[in-house]
Structure formats: C-alpha cells, structure tokens
C-alpha cells in the first residue's frame, strides 16, 4: 500500500520547504520560537472530555512543547472549525477552557480564526521567549545522561479505560482518567532545567518515539536502564490484562519533558531541580551509536501514538 | 432557532478571553504581530482547486490580513489536518503550494503540525512587523475618504461558474475564475500606503462587511458613492442573469483592502500609491453615525460571506 505514515509526510513538507523538521518548536527572530498544535476531536478527543477540558488540551500541547526547550510563552492564538449548529453552551465550554488555561499557565490568548468545519478542530498557536539557549533534537552526546520529568502510563492506561467505558475505580485510575481529560504540561520543570539539557523534546507523541526522534536526529543510541513506570502502573496493568511495558513506552498523549544532560551538569541540574520543587528521573545514558534505542540491553520498538500509520 | 452566527461565536470568545476582536491581527510584542486563518475544505475550496493552489489560498488569507495592517511576514506555521490514506500526490501538491507561496509572497513557513482529520483543514498563522503604527479597524473619523485596493466582483463571479461547473469562456470569466483559484494578498498597496490610513481591515469577508466592521467599530456611518465594480463585471451579470451589486458588496473571497484615510493625508497617499505602483481608489466618505453604511444614499444591507448563518 502507498499509505503515508506521519514521518513519511513530514518529511515531504520539510524537504519541499527547506526545513529541519516540520513538527518541532521554530526559531522566528532573536530568542523567539513559534509552535502550532492542532487538535482534531476525530483522533484527540475522548468522548468523555468536556468542552472545557477539549480547549485546555489543544493549549497544553503546545505549552509542552515550549516548556521542552525552556521558552516562556508570551501570546497564543486560537483557530476554531466549529461543525455547523453547534450549541452555545458548547461554545461557551470551549471559551472557559481557553480562559481557563490562558491563566493556569500564564498564556495571554490574543486572538483566533472561527470557521464552519465537518468536525471540532482547535489550532492553537504560540509565540514563546527563550530565556536561555534552545536544545535541540540534535544535540545529544555520548555520554550525556538521559531524563525525564515524571513517570509514564497513567495517560495510556487512563484513555483505555475512557474507551472502553470501564467504570473501574482506585485511586491509579483516577489519577490516570484526570492525567488523560486535565494534561499538565511541565512548564516549571522546562523553566529549572532547559539550560543543563544537550538536547530535549516533549513526549506528546510517545516515549519511544522521543527517545528515537533524539537518538536519529543525534546520530546517538540510547540505552534505558530504569524503566519510569508511574507507581500503581503494574498491579493495573496486570488486573485488566494490559502489558505495563507498553503502557510506558508506546502510550502518547503524555506531557512530559525526554531531555539529555552532559554529565558534568548533572549535579547542579539536580540542585535546580529540588530548588524549583520538580522530580528529574534518570533513565538511561547516551552512547556512540546511529539512533537506537535500548531498554534494558533488549532494542526498544520504534513506534508509538503516530497519528497516521497506526489506524 | 437559537443557532449562532459566526459574529455572535466570536463574541463569546472575545468576552471570555477579555479580547476586543479574536479576528483581528493581534499585537504580540514591540512592532509584532501575529495572525491566524483556518481554510477548510468543505467551506473554502471549490473542486476545481488544485492541491498547490488549497496550500497557496491558505497562506494568502494571513498574508492579506498582515498586508491590510502594513505588517510585513516575517514568518508562517502551518498546520494541516489530513484525511487518512491521503495520497502523496496530494500532499506532494500542498507542499508545492507552501513552498510557492513561500517564495511569491516572501514569507518564510519555518514549521508546523500534522494531524489525522475527516476533512483537509490547514491553519496558517503568521507573525509580521509593524512597519509604522498599526490601522485599528476602529480608527475612522467624520471626514475621512474611504479607499480600496481594487475593485471587487471577479471572485464572486468566478466563484459562482466554478460551482455550476460552467464552461463560460471570455476574458472576465477567465480572470474572475483565476481570482478564486489564485487570489492575490495586496502587500505592496499596505506596504506603501498602511502608513496613511486611520483605519483598515481586509475584504476577505466581502465588501458590505468590511465597511460595516470599520463603522461599527469606529462608532461613524460611511456613505459609498462610486461602487468599486470591476471592469465586465456588469456586462457579466446581466449575461448570467446576476445582480453585480450583490457581487461587489456581498461576494467575499476577496483579498482587497478597505481602508479610510484622512482628508490631508489624502494627497500624499496618492503620489505614495503612484511611487509603488498600485491602484487606489477612492469609494466614499466617512460621516458622523452609528455604525451605518450607505451606498448612493440607500443604506447596505449588512450581510456578505459569513461563514456560518449563511449556511
């Protein structure tokens, strides 16, 4: 089949326009960086989300991407395809929710777009201050220690229980049915930490994929030695039947920060951390390689929540 | 019924966001602005269009936006929402377009997102400088002139045979088709002259709009008395059995300039549109009112191409 997968596309609209890649934070102007998120409720959206939660979700994910390279954001903008007789109350719920995360994470809304469109979509723009230097998807060196922000599989595991409609309940799967409808990008870890890190990226699109997407665009392998498991995430996963493994590495949706830090600043990184009230977890190291990943000696799967290629 | 107009969705937005107009070009920092526009295919792209030209229109709605304020792009994202299984000819189209756009309109695109979607969405934003001040679209005082960029028709006319599938040949049914297919921003006409205006705003929602957007905005009435109709226009309505006033006031799609510029500046507003080349045409004069627009002393009917209670 000629079907395109998501880096397929990509990458014919970074070739044809003469760019890096397409999908990360942009440099528009001294210490100014712009990133576009769109929100498509066929593919984004759990039925259970409220309108609220849908306009905070379509801002979050481009605040992560932000705070992934410690840029402050300073305005967004919002462009809505609203299907046709769509209810007021409806709109009024999506108002509130940008109003909502415009205070939440300190992001002025200025302005938008509205149109008729076959289903919900919400583009949120955002114009972002690098305060220090930029890390790039490229800069990881062997030797570099690889972090994370928090720990994986709430969200993976809270949207399959959304799907299914499962009325289960305990605490892991509030936690994880909240980590799915109310995302909390990593702002605050972002703004302590992007000056240690070599090279960074959120991992909205799945741990695996970010730690490929850093080792490709290094020209490094990755070697995981500490899986970073939400607590709770096993006994879940063993009770419904769901591999936990998976759950971590090939889940998405998940706002953290998957960055790289060269040893020698991996102290005062971690000063900076308790300082600013943040969890930094190492997991792995980086070494010579040509974009692998490895957990545990075992290679990991390069595949994750790729819109396209996965439906 | 208590379905929403896209006036009265805007207006939900605005008030919950504490913002004057979410459509507007919106200030972002010292000189900048940022601009969103969402095309979507069900509503803005006639069959005919070819996947380079979708990608072009798109750009082409920011980019008149920015010229209407005299800002000048300094950078565009895009982000597409695409239907799954979309062929790479297809995509290979948009990336063309983007990349022509690009160049024609000398605007780098530096990024932006790809998503799954049930219908083709691309949403161009678009950051741009502020050459002097910025035209509000509240700024037009008793006496002013009212001036456009060029005269209207074409693309609603164009529009019209593109939907009947009509094999009309000729002259102005060749151009009018080529305006909806390749619509022209106005940048050198708000590069040259954005300086002189006490208010502007771009014609992209139809002409009958726009002038009641700067009234209404302005708290003044504009009385039109020279209808900016194309030349065949006319001849072409009376053909085709349409009405070309409805055509030049209430077509839309068209990227012209509707500006007012205050009587002294008027002069110099004529040598600078000389200098640079461009038509300016004057249509009428701003008086004292309420937000009233009135053509050959009838009032205008307040109505054009409003995306959704049209519909």
Chains 1, 2 share one sequence.
Not at 36 to 56: E, F, G, H, N, Y
Not at 251 to 266: C, D
Not at 282 to 310: A, C, M, T, W
């Amino acid at each position: 089949m000629n079907r395109l997968n998501e880096r397929e596309i990509i990458n014919i609209f970074a070739q044809e326009l003469g760019i890096n890649d397409l999908d990360d934070v942009s440099p528009v102007g001294k210490n100014l960086v712009l990133k576009c998120d769109m929100l498509v409720s066929s593919t984004d959206v759990p039925p259970q989300m409220k309108p609220w939660q849908i306009a905070r979700k379509s801002v979050v994910s481009c605040a992560s991407d932000l705070a992934a390279k410690g840029a402050r954001p300073t305005a967004a903008m919002v462009s809505l395809g609203l299907p046709a007789g769509t209810a007021r109350v409806f709109i009024k719920g999506l108002a509130e929710g940008f109003a909502r995360a415009s205070k939440e994470f300190g992001i002025k809304i200025v302005g938008g777009d509205t149109n008729e469109a076959v289903e919900l979509v919400i583009d949120c723009c955002m114009l972002g201050k690098i305060v220090s230097t930029m890390p790039q998807r490229s800069g990881a060196k062997q030797g570099d220690l690889v972090v994370v922000s928090g720990l994986f599989g709430p969200p993976a595991a809270g949207l399959s229980m959304l799907l299914k409609g499962s009325h289960a309940s305990g605490d892991f799967v509030k936690r994880a049915i909240e980590s799915v409808l109310e995302p909390m990008p990593r702002q605050k870890f972002g703004a302590a930490l992007a000056k240690f890190f070599s090279s960074s990226i959120d991992s909205s699109d799945g741990l695996a994929i970010s730690l490929y997407e850093i080792a490709r665009n290094s020209g490094v392998d990755i070697w995981v030695d500490t899986i970073p498991a939400a607590a709770g995430l096993e006994e879940f996963a063993t009770k419904y039947g769901l591999d936990a493994k998976e759950l971590v590495f090939h889940g998405g949706e998940e706002y953290e920060i998957v960055a790289t830090i060269p040893r020698p600043k991996f102290r005062q990184a971690k000063l900076a951390a308790k300082r600013a009230r943040v969890n930094l977890y190492p997991i792995g190291i980086v070494k010579k390689g040509q974009g692998r990943v490895y957990v545990n000696n075992k290679r990991l799967e390069d595949r994750g929540y790729v819109h396209f290629s996965q439906r």
